[in-house]
């Protein structure tokens, strides 16, 4: 493939990459930029701990259950805990979204990896005999200082983990219901990392000063607090009937940890996130005959996950939209009901949208108990501000996005309590970069140069039309997790309600996958121009044309690829002065064209991209 | 071969037809051929043609005989009617069926070795009779089934894969269809559907023979240096007379050319075929000038494409036996035995 003179700021960017701009028609793609392939894998490019999916769902359709746990475990730490919880920011980016109805059930997949997979602790990092000296403190033991955990400890590091409360896990432990995660999947979870040896746990053991922490002589400090303190909400009535007012993910902990197990019959949810709809499904098995969510945005803009908006609705909990909560009405000192003013949106010039009141009369809903859950904040009253560890305007340590550290060296920050709330999988993300940051600090180097993640690409031919992996398309709908009668589940919190893949469903939605991991390589000069992939794919995804701009060429394919998101795949020019060109939009990877290609000039290959993570550091460079 | 099915999803900005179809409901079974074989490109286009022109795929027959070339019917418009004959006997087969029922299209679609070798005879014939069809020769110069000796259209002195030279001349097939009288020849390649999808449009709206030699290099027999069936030699020798553009009832014609680099003929269907002029001034109307023009560049070693002639005001067989309009079928007894008073009438006329 030709190379081509580029500006360093013109070539490959992230949101194109392999992508170089050179005169007035498109330069050929170059592939050996990793990102390129990488972005094709949709999935794996919208996990952000970049869990390689396409191979794991491979596995478990082989019924390797071990193996796909561990590929899994790996990357996002925990497939057992996420695969019931995770925001699973992969479904909405999977292609399979694009060509059909529903993207492919990734999430609850890794579920099935977690629980028909065979006893694997024999396959998990073991701490070496002699530790390497260096001691590093954990504060907060959620998801991202056990990633850190998990990644440092087979390097020899001693770790120490601090949490307030008595057990591990974060907000794994304390804010997601028990009906969505068995208590018994975190202790396992936990326990493989535990296991790795080195790491010593400090709990019910709250760290009240960072100052004093950094006495202790730790190398390092992690700080992975999460986002702790629930937003309340100060509108008339507040104080007077706090009795009956809870803030969500107080009370959701509070449940959790078997301090609460009643709420009255009548319960009001307020916001619209995900944690709304943990608290209103909880509400209803604690006693909750009549619970609603109200929401002050509509219902389309709700922070809530879709399915998780659908569970609560499943339950019988209504969502009320367009409402905002005016005042708690109380009497003698007992909420009474909450006062909502009607609103509706109103956009500006510039598209912001605003909401205004309607002026209609006031909506008074009656409770017993109203759930607050409009948002979480951060807090770090724990830390000195004369360190040298400096926050910015909105009271947030300043952390590089790169490497996780704050401005003082060798303190880092990760999760919830780096840029504010996001979700577990952010938080393992981050853990394995600050632990790549941590490993370089204590070993005296500079954390800003990040180790390259591991990419290989290999033919998956194994004869004329024959490939290694299965490339007949299913068409298959997407399969619905099978559930428990709900007769048990809204009368016990800790029944789970999703029962999980059986082997046989999971093979099937297994079989949805594209296997968008399985690349189609184009050699230019091997290409006879026989039209034979332009005829045979299904999708018209293939076209040869002249050369042009982007923008005007995308108008000439023979499908629009009217989806900017999506590169195209641009070869250099062919015998005839013409290119190809295809859209990767929504290429199946069904590897027709490959085999409709007599020359061999496309190719199938299997892309393999695994992120560089702390363990994985060869020895020698120690 | 390919083993699984095409998948049935499709881009689903796909353009739709006036029926509703879109071009993969034209398409027929997974291609058996040799992976990059010219044939499939050519029933690429076959459907690209068809959904083009809004056809329902009921009103159409495809008929062929025995070969590489004679598999194509299975491998487009899986929804149409089908007729795989005996070796080199596709056109009395389609004339025949042209005679009973004269509401389809007829697709022909046949090889060099059907076509110009054991089907010669037939070839000639159907032809000369103004058979009203397309046929289509999947032209490769080579018997593809029986490992690639030189069939009848191999040029004299084109080389085989060991390098061996073909001694004997070549059947030039538009040219003799020139001779036939074919009122529509025209000659096309695999390797460029810009030109061979008009062509077939053009040809299916035509009343009359229409024939289109379409070049297909066998990939597998004889795309090698020295043939002069290969995509490098096409492509290096092509010699394209026009372009050809069709428009049909429902397209608006736009006319922006200047005078004289552009031949319109107006078939009997009111479809408009628009000749953009390539190079040298030809007249596509003309057949003796083009059996000359043909003759000319093939001796000096070009391969002339394009729509070598075509003929406006053309007659088909039906015109001349004055048939019936009507298909066969749908006569009723009455019609086909109308009784002895008329064939007395008949033997009255002929005493």
């Known amino acids: ?622 | 071969m390919t083993h699984i099915a095409k998948p049935r999803f499709r881009h689903p900005k796909l353009p739709v037809n006036a029926l509703g179809f879109t071009r993969r409901d034209y398409e027929g079974a997974v291609s058996t051929l040799c992976a990059g074989c010219g044939h499939d490109s050519i029933s690429g286009a076959i459907i690209q043609a068809c959904f083009e022109l809004d056809l329902p795929p009921h009103r159409l027959a495809k008929l062929s005989g025995i070969g590489c070339s004679s598999k194509t019917p299975t491998y487009f418009l899986g929804n149409s009617h089908g007729f795989n004959s005996v070796h080199g006997r596709m056109p009395s087969v389609l004339t025949g069926a042209n005679l009973a029922n004269r509401d389809l299209v007829y697709l022909g679609v046949s090889g060099d070795g059907d076509s110009a070798s054991i089907g010669l005879g037939q070839f000639a014939h159907c032809l000369r009779r103004g058979v009203d069809m397309v046929y289509i020769v999947e032209n490769n110069g080579v018997y593809g089934l029986t490992k690639g000796q030189f069939s009848a259209t191999a040029d004299q002195g084109a080389k085989d894969r060991r390098g061996g030279a073909n001694p004997d001349a070549a059947v030039d097939l538009p040219s003799l269809a020139l001779l036939m009288g074919a009122t529509f020849v025209a000659r096309s390649f695999s390797g460029d559907k810009a030109q061979l999808v008009p062509l077939i449009k053009a040809a299916m709206r035509h009343r009359g023979a229409a024939f289109i030699d379409c070049i297909s290099p066998c990939v597998a027999f004889n795309n090698h240096a020295g043939s002069t069936k290969s995509f490098d030699f096409v492509r290096e020798h092509n010699e394209a007379v026009n372009f050809l553009d069709v428009f049909t009832g429902r397209d608006e014609i736009t006319a922006d050319y200047e005078e004289g680099t552009v031949q319109e003929i107006v078939q009997h269907d009111g479809s408009v075929l628009r000749l953009k002029k390539l190079g040298a001034d030809y007249d596509a109307t003309d057949p003796v000038a083009a059996l000359a023009y043909l003759q000319s560049h093939q001796t000096a070693g070009e391969v002339v494409t394009g729509l070598i002639h075509v003929k406006a005001a053309a007659e088909d067989l039906h015109a001349r036996m004055e048939t019936v309009e009507a298909p066969l079928s749908s006569l009723d007894e009455a019609e086909l035995c109308p009784g002895a008073d008329a064939l007395a009438a008949i033997n009255a006329a002929l005493r």
């Open chain 1, 1 to 622: 493939m030709a190379t081509f003179d580029v500006p360093e700021d013109e070539a490959a960017s992230s949101d194109h990459p392999g992508r170089a701009i050179s005169g007035p028609g498109m330069a050929p793609t170059d592939v050996r930029d990793p990102n390129y392939f990488h972005k094709v894998v949709d999935c794996q490019w919208a996990c952000p701990a970049h869990t390689p999916v396409p191979e794991y769902i491979r596995l478990i359709a082989q019924e390797r259950y071990s193996d796909a746990y561990i590929v899994n475990w790996r990357s996002n730490v925990f497939p057992g805990i996420l695969g019931r919880t995770c925001d699973r920011p992969c479904e909405p980016a999977c292609r399979r979204g694009r060509v059909e109805a529903e993207p492919v059930a990734i999430c609850r997949l890794k579920r099935v990896a977690a629980d028909y997979k065979d006893d694997i602790e024999g396959r998990l990092p073991r701490a070496p005999e002699a530790p390497n000296g260096k001691r590093i403190a954990l504060v907060g033991a959620g998801p991202a200082s056990l990633t850190v955990a998990r990644d440092l400890a087979p390097l020899g590091y001693e770790l120490v983990l601090f949490d307030g409360e008595a057990k591990g896990g974060g907000m794994i432990r304390s804010q997601i219901p028990r009906f969505r995660l068995p208590e018994s999947v975190i202790d396992e979870e936990l326990g493989y990392i535990y296991g790795i040896g080195g790491i010593e746990t400090r709990y019910g053991e709250r760290v009240e000063s960072l100052k004093g922490l950094l006495a202790e002589g730790f190398d390092a400090v992690f700080v992975g607090t999460g986002a702790p303190r629930g937003r309340d909400l100060d509108v008339p009535g507040r104080r007077e009937a706090a009795d009956n007012i809870h803030i969500g993910i107080d009370w959701l902990a509070n449940v959790a940890f078997g301090h609460v197990d009643r709420i009255g019959e009548r319960v009001i949810v307020l916001g619209g996130g995900n944690t709304a709809m943990d608290c209103c499904r909880t509400a209803r098995r604690l006693g909750g005959k009549e619970v609603h969510v109200v929401v002050r945005s509509g219902f389309e803009e709700m922070k809530a996950s879709p399915w998780e908006k659908e569970d609560a609705m499943h339950e019988g909990i209504p969502i009320h939209n367009f409402l905002t909560p005016k005042a708690f009405t109380h009497e003698a000192g007992r909420l009474t009901g909450v006062l909502f003013e009607k609103v509706a949106p109103q956009f500006d010039d510039n598209g912001r949208r605003r909401l205004v009141p309607t002026g209609e009369p006031d909506l008074h809903m009656p409770c017993d108990d109203v759930l607050v859950a409009i948002g979480q904040e951060n807090a770090f009253p724990w830390i000195e501000r004369d360190i040298g560890l400096d926050f910015d305007e909105w009271d947030m340590p300043k952390v590089d996005s790169t490497t996780h550290q704050s401005t003082l060296p060798g303190v880092f920050f990760g999760g919830d309590a780096a840029f504010g709330p996001k979700n577990i999988i952010w938080a393992v993300a981050h853990g394995h970069e600050a632990a790549i940051s941590i490993d370089l600090h204590c070993r005296g180097e500079d954390i800003s140069q990040r180790p390259p993640p591991l990419v290989n690409l290999a033919s998956q031919k194994m004869g004329l039309h024959e490939w290694s992996y299965d490339n007949a398309i299913s068409e298959d709908q997407r399969y619905q997790v099978p559930w428990r009668d709900q007769a048990i589940t809204l009368n016990d919190v800790s029944a789970e309600v999703e029962l999980g893949f059986d082997r046989d469903l999971a093979f099937r939605e297994t079989q949805r996958c594209l296997n968008c991991d399985v690349q189609t390589v184009f050699t230019d000069s091997l290409c006879i121009e026989c039209d034979a992939c332009v005829d045979i794919c299904p999708v018209d995804c293939i076209t040869f044309t002249g050369n042009g701009p982007e923008m005007e060429l995308r108008q000439r394919l023979n499908a629009p690829a009217d989806n900017p998101e999506q590169d195209l795949y641009v070869s250099g020019e062919l015998k005839t002065g013409r290119i190809m060109v295809k859209d990767e939009d929504i290429c199946l990877h069904c590897g027709l064209c490959a085999e409709r290609c007599p020359t061999g000039a496309w190719d199938m290959q299997k892309f393999l991209l695994d992120m560089a993570h702390a363990t994985d550091q060869p020895a020698c460079r120690r």
